[in-house]
Structure formats: C-alpha cells, structure tokens
C-alpha cells in the first residue's frame, strides 16, 4: 500500500499540472480568437479616399470639404472575407465606431451598437445614448451621415430605421436636428447636405 501512494500523489500532481496546462492554452486561444475579432485599425488618407466596390462594405470617415465648413465623408473600403453584406455592414458599423472620439468621426466615445438587423424594411439599426451627447448642429449631421453612409454601404438603396436605447430617433441634439425616418442616403443628402445649408 505505502507502494501506491507516491505513485497516486505523482499521478495527482501530474493531472493538476495537465488541467492547469490545458486551462492556460484555452485561455489563450479565447484570448487570441477574441482580439482577432476586433475592428480592423484605423487608417485613412483623407486624400486618396478608397473607391466604393459595390456589394462591399466601406466605413464613412470625415475628410475636408470644399471649404472649412463643408462636411465630406471619405470612404474605407472593409475586406469582405467572403463574409455576407450583414456580416460586412455589422463589422463596418464597428470600425466605425471604434474610432469614435477621434479626429475623423463626429461620433461621441464611448457609443456603441446596441443592435442590427438587415431585413426586408430596410436596416434596423439601435444605438447607445451616447450618440446624442453633446456637439452642435454641423457635428451632429456629421455623426449622422457617417451612420447613414456606413450602414448602407453594401447597398446604398436601403432605409436605415435609427433608434437610440430602443427608441426611433426623430430628432438629434438639442439644438433640434429632425431625422425622418426611415432614412436613406438620398433624403440625408436634400435634407442636410444641400448647398445653402
């Protein structure tokens, strides 16, 4: 019997160390898959801007209008990876808003998708509160429009039905800004791109 005990506590020893080695490569694996899953980084030359491929999705960024005043979006092609254009639309929407906070999205920090679904009506798409916060009217046609442009990216036709924390957002800022909804890139564009605005 006295034979058997070192051999049960080498063989204990030898199963702890193999759980704890097999929790250490799960671990890792979680860990890599994970940050292989995040938004793609950020870089954009606001002066070669990508062209749009039709079926693909791209990210809308901020680049330099004709003037200091004029709002311009620079597209961003995103690799489709073979991935459906709902795929492409809900990683693009991401990137996006990854870089929220920064110098070339109007978007407020910290928003965030709180869903997304593509379906006959059009793109349903409900984000954070943190997408009213703050800014004044130029920056929040700006937010708007990149959501508008990146969500319809792989097909500029749809309707996008905007709510914020679950609600239709019918209007942005306090400054008043009405959203008809649904909107589609051409109602954004004669709403607020026109060039008396």
Not at 17 to 27: D, E, H, M, P, R
Not at 107 to 130: A, Y
Not at 137 to 143: E, K, L
């Amino acid at each position: 019997m006295s034979e058997q005990r070192p051999f049960s506590a080498l063989t204990g020893f030898a199963l702890a160390a193999l759980v704890v080695a097999l929790a250490g490569t799960g671990f890792a694996l979680w860990t890599g898959f994970n940050l292989s899953q995040s938004p793609p980084a950020v870089t954009v030359d606001p002066h070669r801007p990508d062209v749009a491929i039709p079926g693909q999705a791209q990210v809308y960024w901020l680049g330099n209008g004709k003037d200091d005043t004029a709002i311009a979006f620079v597209p961003q092609n995103i690799p489709p990876n073979g991935d459906p254009p709902e795929v492409q639309t809900e990683r693009a929407l991401k990137t996006l808003l990854a870089a929220s906070g920064s110098d070339i999205s109007a978007i407020p920090t910290n928003t965030t998708m709180l869903s997304l679904d593509k379906g006959s009506n059009g793109i349903n798409l409900n984000l954070s509160t943190e997408f009213t916060a703050g800014g004044g009217s130029q920056s929040m046609i700006a937010r708007l429009g990149q959501i508008i442009y990146t969500a319809t990216s792989t097909d500029p036709s749809l309707p996008v039905w905007l709510s914020v924390e679950g609600e239709p957002l019918t209007v942005l800022g306090g400054e008043g800004l009405m959203v008809e909804q649904p909107i589609t890139r051409k109602q954004f564009d004669a709403d607020f791109m026109a060039p008396d605005r």
